[in-house]
């Protein structure tokens, strides 16, 4: 559960992510991942689907989703890039947009597009158990299973692999078919849990 002061500001979150409040707080259900009519456009077209309220007010507002793990990024001008549903809150001045990741978002079953947290402040992410944050160099590429991915941030790359074998059309591969491959500099969300993907088990 993610608690949050609030005097005055605002912040936006998951629809229906509220669990309980004190003080005085007004909830605005906003189009588009609060990115107005434009955002809206472009996330229809993109099928990268995000509901999202601002909740403004005095007092403390409790979050969550679905028991979740919640783990908190602090943005300084950087971006992060993550899978809507990964995302329960940001503070008010972050902006969220919408990025084309190509085959690793089809491989996800997310469609080809991701969601994009970019400025200064702090973005809540969820992840099924704790999230471990894997460090990517220049010399050390990181290999993630699309499954387990929950986010990245820095100057990274991203591309996809696959580990389809003779082997694997025989039915004796390990099941890894298809891997992200994050080469740069970088960190990289991962989740101790495997999402159902299209590119599961082949």
Request: proline share 2%; hydrophobic share 40%; with cysteine.
């Amino acid at each position: 559960m993610l608690a949050v002061d609030m005097t005055g500001d605002a912040v936006k979150a998951k629809n229906g992510s509220m669990v309980a409040y004190d003080g005085q707080m007004a909830f605005k259900k906003l189009t588009g991942g609060g990115e107005g009519l434009r955002g809206m456009v472009t996330r229809r077209l993109t099928g990268e689907q995000m509901t999202v309220m601002e909740v403004r007010g005095q007092g403390t507002c409790w979050f969550a989703d679905r028991a979740s793990e919640i783990n908190l990024v602090r943005l300084q001008g950087e971006k992060l890039f993550v899978e809507s549903s990964n995302l329960l809150a940001t503070d008010g001045g972050l902006r969220t947009g919408t990025t084309f990741t190509g085959l690793r978002g089809a491989s996800q079953g997310n469609g080809l597009f991701t969601t994009t947290v970019e400025g200064h402040g702090q973005a809540a992410i969820l992840s099924d158990g704790p999230a471990v944050v894997l460090r990517v160099a220049p010399q050390y590429p990181l290999i993630v299973d699309p499954g387990a991915y929950v986010a990245h941030q820095g100057n990274v790359r991203q591309s996809f692999q696959s580990g389809v074998t003779f082997r694997t059309l025989l039915g004796e591969g390990g099941g890894e078919a298809f891997q992200i491959r994050f080469e740069g500099d970088g960190l990289v969300y991962v989740q101790p849990s495997e999402r159902n993907t299209i590119a599961g088990d082949v």
